[in-house]
């Protein structure tokens, strides 16, 4: 059984009004509600001539209308466009790019591209999904989800040979990164979200580190009745193990898009309150090396 702490553990808000981190080569990007796509490269922001960034290895990503700009992440100077009609949300490396696609009838495409013409790697009908793509390597990483659950996927883009990386059929597992070398996804049950980092290879959910707690979409009810306690008796010093933290009420928080570096991770974090408009931030959690 695993012992939750008594609250989310150190966070920082990263930016507000904002989603879909991308991080890589010590620079970070995210896209703003209103079209605008920021870089932060040696501690100043700038605006990207397009939307929807992706950072991988040396390269950066973003939209232009009904193509995709790749262009030296140091200098944005580009040096590719490739033509992706209804690409949504997009991942590179320095040797692949990869972008999701959703059709009229609801099915998910993810393309690639490694320099020619766009192939079709995977497709998933509705209503499953495929989540957006991050690569290392020739290796695209994603999540698939849908009404019988969700899994992270492993994908090769050379031969399009697919490894289940993690899977829980009590939890949904969406939103993989990666800083090369390591995996970071969001956990999320009926009791908690959890940000865990582990192997780039398939492994139990339960073996990876979690490094951020956080209320669940749901509000769970506090387990004992008005005038009640907790029971104690059995539990060494008579202290009930810490539950899980509770929602705020009226408040319906997700948490969503990723991004690893070697000392941060990023996450998107969707707040939808009952009476108010739903608005998004990035969230920055230190990880241990």
Partial sequence: MRLWPRGPRDFALFAGSAYDPTASAGFVAWQRPDNRALLLRSGATATLPGSHPALGGARIAWREEDELVIASAATLRPAARIGAPGASVIGLSDQVLAWRTRDAAGTDRLLISTGGAPVTLFESPAPREIGRPAVVGTTILCHTAGPHGSRLLAIDATSGAQQ???????????????????????????????????????????????????????????????????????????????????????????????????????????VAPRDAPRTADVLSVPVAA
């Fill in 164 to 270: 289940v990386l993690r899977s829980d059929p009590l939890a949904q597992i969406t939103n993989p990164s990666t800083d090369g070398t390591r995996l970071l996804y969001v956990h999320a049950t009926g009791e908690v979200q959890t940000l865990r980092v582990g192997p780039i290879a398939p492994a139990d959910p339960d073996a990876d580190a979690v490094i951020l707690v956080h209320p669940a979409q749901g509000r769970r009810d506090k387990e004992h009745e008005p005038g009640r306690r907790l029971h104690r008796q059995g539990y060494k010093g008579h202290r009930h193990p810490p539950l899980p933290p509770r929602a705020t009420p009226g408040v319906v928080a997700t948490l969503w898009s990723t991004a690893l570096t070697p000392a941060t991770a990023y996450v998107t974090r969707i």
